[in-house]
């Protein structure tokens, strides 16, 4: 072997084996992923707008089934705000079948929910589909953008 293959393939073999906080960002493992999606979930019915704050950047753009505008990140601070401030509350929140597609910085989750609210001593169900993007910005993912449908 010359002296300029073996100088590549050293490196070739010491930037495999760098320990990934010497590498460029690295993203975290789809666990990861999906806790975030439910801490953004559960952070609208909780009214948790810092943790909102944090996860829905100011670019969101969010499409709801049976809304005729387009939102953003201040829709859904009110709306969580609003949701909360009647009493109402989360019950129960499944994803019962997921898909993931990652391209580079941007994953995609495919969703069907159900979820169950309490409000008024009164508990109903609604289930549907959830196209979610996330980004993977500074160390973390971040969710700037939804659409949402519901089952008839």
Known sequence: MTQRLQAIALLFIAVTLLPPSLCAETR?????????????????????ISRLQQLVPADTIVISAGDKEWKSQSDVLREATQFHASGAKLKRLDF?????????????IWSEYVLEIQSGGKRSESSGRASEIFVWRNGAWLNPGWHTDSEK
């Open 96 to 108: 019962p079948k997921t898909r993931i597609q990652h391209f580079g910085d941007v994953a995609v």
């Open 28 to 48: 975290t493992s789809d666990d990861e992923l999906l806790k975030v999606r439910e801490t953004v979930w559960r952070a609208w019915f909780e009214g948790d």
